[in-house]
C-alpha cells in the first residue's frame, strides 16, 4: 500500500523558515510535488520535482522556496524561507508515475495526510 508521510509544518512569523518533509512508503515516484490549499481558496501547485533533480515552481514562491528529493533515502522536501502571512496554508506532498507531473493536480495519483503550515505577521 502506497503511503506519504509529511512532516514538518508549524506557525512561524512572518520572514521565518520552515523545511517540509515527505517519506513515499511502498513506492519509488517519478515525479513529486508539492501543493498547498489556503483557507478560503483553491488548491495551488507550489513545486515539483523529478528523479534528475529538474525542478519547477509557483510564481509565487520562487526565490523564495526550494524543492529537492534524496532519491537515495526516497525523501521530499520544501525548504520555505522568507515565509509571507498568504503562505499560510494546508501543504500536501503528491507523488505519480509520470515522468513530468508539473503542477497539475490531477496528474498526481497518491497524497499525503497533509501538514498546516501558519505564518503570522
Known amino acids: 500500500q502506497v503511503q506519504l508521510v509529511e512532516s514538518g509544518g508549524g506557525s512561524v512569523q512572518a520572514g521565518g523558515s520552515l523545511r517540509l518533509t515527505c517519506a513515499p512508503y511502498?513506492?519509488?515516484?517519478?515525479?513529486m510535488s508539492w501543493f498547498r490549499h489556503p483557507p478560503g481558496k483553491e488548491r495551488e501547485g507550489v513545486a515539483g520535482?523529478?528523479?534528475?533533480?529538474?525542478?519547477t515552481y509557483a510564481d509565487s514562491v520562487k526565490g523564495r522556496f526550494t524543492i529537492s528529493r534524496d532519491n537515495a533515502e526516497n525523501t521530499l522536501y520544501l525548504q520555505m524561507n522568507s515565509l509571507k502571512p498568504e503562505d499560510t496554508a494546508m501543504y500536501y506532498c503528491?507523488?505519480?508515475?509520470?515522468?513530468?507531473?508539473?503542477?497539475?493536480?490531477?496528474?498526481?495519483?497518491?497524497w499525503g495526510q497533509g501538514t498546516q503550515v501558519t505564518v503570522s505577521s
Open positions: 520535482i523529478d528523479t534528475g533533480a529538474s525542478t
Open positions: 503528491s507523488a505519480t508515475w509520470r515522468v513530468n507531473g508539473g503542477l497539475s493536480a490531477d496528474r498526481f495519483s497518491y
Open positions: 511502498g513506492y519509488t515516484p517519478s515525479y
